[in-house]
């Protein structure tokens, strides 16, 4: 049964940076990996994708500079580096994995396996 669990979330300063993992079980072989964030009231947003041969791709051109993803074979968990944290970064954030091999749209139908999230609350 594949798994996906985030941690690392919590209450940060704005400026302040973190770093959300998602780590994966029940499946060894590597598949495109995602993380989105969905803030109240809003829809889910897709944030970044990395694919098994580490091809990342943005989905949102405004994460580029503060949002970092990367994954750990050794450890089969994927990381999301946030730096420069703002108070509009506040949300529940997911981890996703879709099949194939490449990264696909940023639409969440294109993910078949979801974690439960982990909060991110940016406030001074």
């Known amino acids: 049964q594949l798994r996906l669990v985030e941690s690392g979330g919590g209450l940060v300063q704005p400026g302040g940076s973190l770093r959300l993992s998602c780590a994966i079980s029940?499946?060894?072989?590597?598949?495109?990996t995602a993380w989105f964030r969905q803030a109240p009231g809003k829809e889910h947003e897709g944030i970044s994708c990395?694919?098994?041969?580490?091809?990342?791709?943005n989905y949102k051109d405004s994460v580029k500079g503060r949002f970092t993803i990367s994954r750990d074979r050794a450890t089969n968990t994927v990381y999301l580096q946030i730096d420069d944290l703002k108070p509009d970064d506040t949300a529940l954030y997911y981890c996703?994995?879709?099949?194939?091999?490449?990264?696909?749209?940023?639409?969440?139908?294109?993910?078949?396996?979801w974690g439960h999230g982990t909060q991110v609350t940016v406030s001074s």
């Open positions: 990395i694919s098994p041969y580490s091809d990342v791709t």
């Open positions: 029940g499946e060894l072989t590597e598949r495109p």
């Open positions: 996703a994995r879709a099949g194939g091999e490449r990264c696909p749209g940023p639409m969440r139908r294109e993910y078949t396996y």
